[in-house]
């Protein structure tokens, strides 16, 4: 046995339960089922646990049975049967006269209802996006694959600024930049097929990909097609020919279903963008433009005409009859004159067109993977009309298709979304983005300012974590994606510069001077380790940097990657394959000024990472017995970093007394796996 000191009361350290497999089995449920649930204490410590069952009212206790137990710990155990309504608990760990409340945030008292753990019969995660190795593609800036489908410079006006093809594929980006065209499309990530999956990629978001005149196309243009600007276009002529003629809106929607169908042959699976609380004014529900007034065969547009029957699809301030044709009074989101709001609460005919969007491209012949959702917060007027769509929606979706997926772009408090009945979970800002730039740079996420009290701040990062994931059910935290950057924000190596600056007052060189490779490389071991789906945005991965939007939409650097980045992003991808960082559960270990450290645990694999975010070399003495590591147990090192490199050498270290003395040097990462479990991935110890 590890001697631990004189124990006089609970010992805290080791108490522990989660929503994973070790700790509730099955994970999700349905309602009638049996779930076993199960809770770890240290070794003949304490008297009793209570499994404590709540509702909003009230409140049962019932005491759980110790079933076995080994060298360091006891494990106690219940059974319980759920209905149809979620269930909610919490433990109780007596000793004596002393108590203590366990629950999500751990052995931190009773913090209120959000902060329990819960089960919800019937909310089920798609399988294969928990854990899922995503890449986000920016469609017109990935790979040009056909350049007869390229926007044409002049091909039309947008925001009074011609179209522009760019026919330099390493021209900089410009400040106003939405109507240049670098010509990337679907073709071009056809091609590159094989390096996604040679990187380990298991799924890709597409950013918009739907008729749109922006190269970002969250100004929707027509819901029902694939632009022929990514896909094919059969028929040529102006803009208005090339975007809104059923050939070649016919011959697109095919390109993109055999598109999903090579990608599905390759292993890969395919999300898309939904932009459902705002569209664009060229929407030919619309029509500011007149795009389709011209080519005709299409209903006037609620700009073109009082009578139109899209007229209820927006909001209009002036409602008299002579404010047609070009009533410009429609309700902006964020006063943008391209980004008219849907007004779904007068339109029930608006809600159910939406809802057919939706079921249409997860079911045949698309049979795309999923949806990410545009500001799914902000749809709607109203909270309660905002929750009674998304309730909808997912009806719709899941039962065209049970295995897509359904996540949101949301900042803030996810909470009332994640409750089984709305969104399967979201892009991770709060609880990994966020919390992971604060403790790497300093930097805020667009690089627009410092925070010196949170760079480096261990105690800060953990608090943000746990209190942010507690908006989450367990298979929504393992379904997040976690990102470092993407189309919103600087790239992560930009931040690591830690200098506060945009596009327009920096310049673009100044986004790639002073990186520090140490901290980005700590960043990419984070994410392949943190519970959740990583999701690399195209070029991260190659070294690409950029200040935020559109800095961050640079075309992907084809000849010119950072070749050591590259290969240790493959690496990463690999060892986050492992089951430990796939599923496992996760334990802080320790938390310090510019030092962090942090345990993975599933069945018999445990795995744990020391991050050194400082200038100086650090030394820590970690308690691996926490992660049940004995002093027999080897763990090994699979992976270090530093500011120059990464080496995978292995390491192998032997705990003493159940800690392990750790030497961290500035700006580096380590890895370390107890290999005495499933070893099915060896080969990762000769990469």
């Known amino acids: 046995m590890i001697n631990l000191g004189t124990i006089k009361g609970i010992y805290k350290e080791a108490l522990f339960s989660d929503g994973t497999a070790d700790y509730r089995t099955p994970v999700e449920c349905d309602p009638g089922d049996r779930v076993r649930i199960r809770f770890r204490t240290l070794k003949d410590n304490v008297d009793k646990v209570l499994f404590i069952k709540t509702d909003m009212n009230s409140e049962e206790e019932v005491a759980m049975q110790k079933v076995s137990s080994d060298e360091l710990f006891d494990y106690y155990e219940i059974g319980t049967t759920v209905g149809s309504v979620p269930v909610c608990y919490y433990f109780e760990v007596l000793k004596g006269e002393e108590h203590c409340i366990y629950s999500r945030l751990g052995p931190e008292g009773n913090l209120g209802h959000r902060f329990y753990f819960t089960i919800t019969p019937g909310f089920h995660v798609p399988e294969w996006m928990q854990g899922c190795v995503m890449y986000q593609i920016f469609t017109d800036r990935f790979r040009n694959g056909d350049p007869s489908n390229n926007v044409r410079t002049g091909e039309y006006s947008y925001l009074e600024r011609s179209s522009e093809e760019v026919t330099d594929w390493n021209a900089p980006i410009d400040t106003l930049d939405v109507g240049r065209f670098y010509g990337g499309d679907l073709q071009g990530v056809l091609e590159k097929l094989p390096y996604l999956k040679a990187l380990g990629v298991e799924a890709i978001y597409l950013n918009p990909i739907f008729v749109s005149p922006s190269n970002h196309k969250y100004d929707c243009q027509d819901y029902e097609h694939i632009d022929p600007h990514y896909t094919v276009i059969k028929k040529d002529g102006d803009y208005d020919c090339r975007t809104a003629d059923p050939v070649n809106l016919e011959a697109s929607d095919q390109f993109f279903a055999d598109f999903v169908k090579t990608c599905h042959e390759a292993g890969i699976r395919v999300i898309i963008d939904g932009v459902f609380n705002h569209c664009g004014s060229f929407n030919r529900m619309m029509d500011k433009a007149g795009i389709y007034q011209r080519i005709g ?77 545009d500001v799914a917060a902000d749809l709607g007027h109203s909270e309660a009309y905002n929750h009674d769509f998304w309730r909808a929606y997912r009806k719709a979706v899941k039962e065209a298709n049970p295995e897509a997926v359904i996540f949101a772009e949301h900042y803030g408090d996810a909470y009332p979304w994640l409750q089984g009945d709305q969104w399967d979970t979201i892009m991770n800002y709060d609880a990994f983005m966020e919390p992971v730039t604060w403790f790497l740079t300093g930097m805020e996420k667009h690089s627009d300012f410092y925070r010196p009290d949170l760079e480096g701040n261990g105690r800060a990062f953990f608090d943000s974590m746990k209190r942010a994931q507690c908006a989450m059910q367990t298979v929504s935290v393992m379904s997040a994606m976690n990102e470092l950057s993407n189309h919103d924000h600087s790239r992560f190596l930009t931040r690591t510069n830690k200098t506060i600056g945009r596009l327009g007052d920096r310049g673009s060189q100044a986004a790639s001077e002073n990186l520090n490779y140490g901290l980005f490389s700590s960043a990419v071991v984070i994410q392949m380790t943190w519970p959740g789906a990583p999701a690399i945005y195209y070029g991260d991965e190659a070294g690409l940097c950029g200040w935020t939007d559109p800095d961050n939409r640079r075309p992907y650097p084809w000849g010119n990657e950072n070749h050591q980045v590259l290969d240790f992003h493959t690496y990463m991808v690999s060892l986050h394959k492992h089951p430990v960082f796939r599923r496992g559960s996760w334990k802080e270990l320790y938390a310090g000024r510019y030092l962090i450290a942090y345990g993975r645990m599933c069945g018999k694999n445990i795995a744990f990472v020391v991050v050194n975010a400082g200038d100086c070399t650090q030394e820590v003495d970690l308690p691996l017995w926490q992660l049940g590591i004995t002093d027999d147990m080897t763990v090994t090192r699979v992976v270090k970093t530093d500011i120059n490199r990464y080496n995978v050498g292995l390491h192998h270290r032997a705990a003493r007394n159940g800690m392990l003395h750790c030497i961290m040097e500035p700006y580096s990462a380590k890895v370390y796996i107890n290999w005495a479990g499933d070893e099915h991935n060896i080969q990762w110890r000769d990469p």
């Open 297 to 373: 065969g299409y209903e006037p547009g609620a700009y073109i005409s009082p009578d139109s029957i899209y007229r209820k699809y927006f909001r209009f301030e002036d409602q008299r009859r002579e404010a047609w044709p070009g009533n410009d009074s429609y309700e902006k989101w964020w006063g943008n004159d391209t980004l008219p709001k849907l007004n779904y609460e007068e339109s029930q005919e608006l809600r159910e067109y939406i809802l057919s969007i939706g079921k249409k491209w997860v079911s045949a012949p698309y049979g795309v993977d999923g949806w990410r959702l």
